[in-house]
T-cell receptor, first 113, second 117 residues
Framework: AQSVAQPEDQVNVAEGNPLTVKCTYSVSGNPYLFWYVQYPNRGLQFLLKYITGDNLVKGSYGFEAEFNKSQTSFHLKKPSALVSDSALYFCAVRDGAGTALIFGKGTTLSVSS | GAVVSQHPSRVICKSGTSVKIECRSLDFQATTMFWYRQFPKQSLMLMATSNEGSKATYEQGVEKDKFLINHASLTLSTLTVTSAHPEDSSFYIC?????????????FGPGTRLTVL
């Protein structure tokens, strides 16, 4: 069965500092990996995805993520955090095209000014 | 870009009543739609997968007779919570996968907040 782990409930960073939100996954086949962001009482907004190709994926709002097959990780990163980046971030995985996304429990990112 | 809407955005109902939530893909046709529920400060839990014109596939532990899903067209799926109870109070989010294009693309609606009194 596929699963996603986000080990941190909350990540706190100061504005302008780099941020990392961690994600590890487990799938039986080749992983399709995604990051979404959710603002309060809102649906999910797509940030980026890894299907195949370059391990470093660039997405919306300056975010990027690196796929590491040996560590089964897909950490979300941004070189310089903004206060407006404060939100709930979800990592998600599916084990092939056409299957449903399975989400991690989410990590709350808090960026202080 | 692809837009998914949900209606209503917020609903309050009495225990024992039924509530219908609509999920529409506004500018694309969706062969598959998914329904999730989210408890406060928790992750999205997949409830069911629905394909247009066929019966929904429910995840383990989700009562299909309580959460009725209909996917009658390529742009509309409905979730009906029957005989709602306070424990059904949650944030329900749908997502839709376009008929055309990559099957790994999934677009999410804004969610529906259900409160059962």
């Amino acid at each position: 069965a596929q699963s996603v782990a986000q080990p941190e409930d909350q990540v706190n960073v100061a504005e302008g500092n780099p941020l990392t939100v961690k994600c590890t996954y487990s799938v039986s086949g080749n992983p399709y990996l995604f990051w979404y962001v959710q603002y309060p009482n809102r649906g999910l907004q797509f940030l980026l995805k890894y299907i195949t190709g370059d391990n470093l994926v660039k997405g919306s709002y300056g975010f990027e993520a690196e796929f590491n097959k040996s560590q089964t990780s897909f950490h979300l990163k941004k070189p310089s955090a903004l206060v407006s980046d404060s939100a709930l971030y979800f990592c998600a995985v599916r084990d092939g095209a056409g299957t449903a996304l399975i989400f991690g429990k989410g990590t709350t990112l808090s960026v202080s000014s | 870009g692809a837009v998914v809407s949900q209606h209503p955005s917020r609903v309050i109902c009495k225990s024992g009543t039924s509530v219908k939530i609509e999920c529409r893909s506004l500018d694309f046709q969706a062969t598959t739609m998914f329904w999730y529920r989210q408890f406060p400060k928790q992750s999205l839990m997949l409830m069911a997968t629905s394909n247009e014109g066929s019966k929904a596939t429910y995840e383990q532990g989700v009562e299909k007779d309580k959460f009725l899903i209909n996917h009658a067209s390529l742009t509309l799926s409905t979730l009906t919570v029957t005989s709602a109870h306070p424990e059904d109070s949650s944030f329900y989010i749908c997502s839709a996968r376009p008929l055309a294009g990559s099957t790994d693309t999934q677009y999410f609606g804004p969610g529906t907040r259900l409160t059962v009194l």
